[in-house]
């Protein structure tokens, strides 16, 4: 039998309690949302990131670029038969920093021999180690950026990314896409430079990190720069630097992160104007390895 104070003391205290436990439901759920849009965010952050990369790397790939400083190579050649006679009875050690590979057959007494040496080599702008470009390396990372963009582009979806970016950039995906598999190298960097460009957009869209936000613009800036010297427009290029230097102010007046990054933001600055007073000479040569010690640094911020 329940028993009911005066007041109505007992209804009241139910009523309290209740309440409690609804706010701590609702404080639950809330909290259960922030952190799966939180998680979210994360997420595309890093897939932003996977794209810049990607994308970098295969604009780099059409001018034969990289922030590797050594390459190795590989060179074949054909023994004679004495030769070959004598390294399958010897060996040699091979000399620092390259390596000999023998491949010895022998056919009634005929000896045959091909050797594969393989050494690291210094590869440079001004002096690079192959002209060819890696059209199936590129192709092959074109492709699977498409594998990833169709889960990239429903997280976007869900953190309310401007859905014409969206369109826009599976638009431009397409098109580079088609100048690749051509092997038009010109309209290919103007593409994917083009490509990029979308980057900075989904980046002030989703991601609340305005410094990360300024260096995507950066890059993006560079970039175009960059793409144009494929048709000597130079005066455009001037402007897309000037604008890359605009963009990065942005980076060097947020103290928190200059705080974390004080030594990458200092050395990014100085190569910016680097790049700016290296166009007065234009020369491609000279832009492309500003360009190269430039692109570098920024990526690791």
């Known amino acids: 039998m329940q028993i009911i104070l005066k007041g109505g003391k007992t209804l009241k ?18 909290a259960g949302c922030s952190q799966e849009k939180y998680s979210l965010n994360d997420k595309v ?11 970098i790397n295969i604009l780099n790939r059409l001018n034969n670029i ?35 590979n023998a491949d010895v057959s022998s056919s009634s007494g005929n000896y045959s021999n091909q050797i594969i040496a393989s050494q690291m080599s210094p590869n440079t702008i001004l002096n690079p180690v192959t002209s060819n470009i ?21 997280d976007m979806y869900q953190l309310n990314a401007n859905k014409d970016d969206i369109l826009g950039f599976s638009s431009s995906l ?20 083009n490509l990029y460009g979308y980057l900075p957009k989904f980046a002030e869209e989703v991601l609340e990190d305005k ?45 928190e992160f200059v705080s974390k990054n004080s030594y990458r933001v200092n050395k990014t600055y100085v190569l910016l104007n680097e790049i700016k007073n290296s166009l007065n000479t234009s020369d491609k040569s000279i832009f492309y390895i500003q360009y190269r010690n430039l692109m570098e640094e920024i990526c690791e911020l």
């Not at 890696?134 to 429903?154: F, H, P, Q, R």
């Open 13 to 30: 205290t139910i009523k309290i309690v209740l309440l409690i436990i609804y706010t701590f439901i609702i404080l639950f759920f809330i």
């Open 45 to 55: 952050k890093s897939e932003i990131e996977y794209l810049s990369t990607k994308f």
């Open 66 to 100: 990289t922030f590797e400083n050594y390459q190795v190579t590989t060179v074949k050649a054909e023994l004679s038969e004495e030769l070959a006679k004598n390294e399958k009875t010897s060996e040699s050690p091979p000399e620092t920093g390259s390596s000999v």
């Open 134 to 154: 890696d059209w199936a390396g590129i192709k092959n990372d074109i492709e699977n950026v498409y594998y990833s963009w169709n889960t990239i582009l429903l």
């Open 174 to 193: 397409n098109t580079a896409t088609s100048y690749i598999e051509n092997q038009d190298k010109s309209n290919s960097i103007l593409a994917m430079a």
């Open 211 to 255: 410094a990360y936000n300024s260096v995507y613009k950066t890059k993006s800036f560079i970039l175009n720069a960059y793409s144009l010297i494929e048709i000597d427009d130079w005066q455009m290029v001037k402007e897309e630097i000037d604008k890359a230097n605009d963009a990065f102010k942005s980076v060097t007046t947020n103290v």
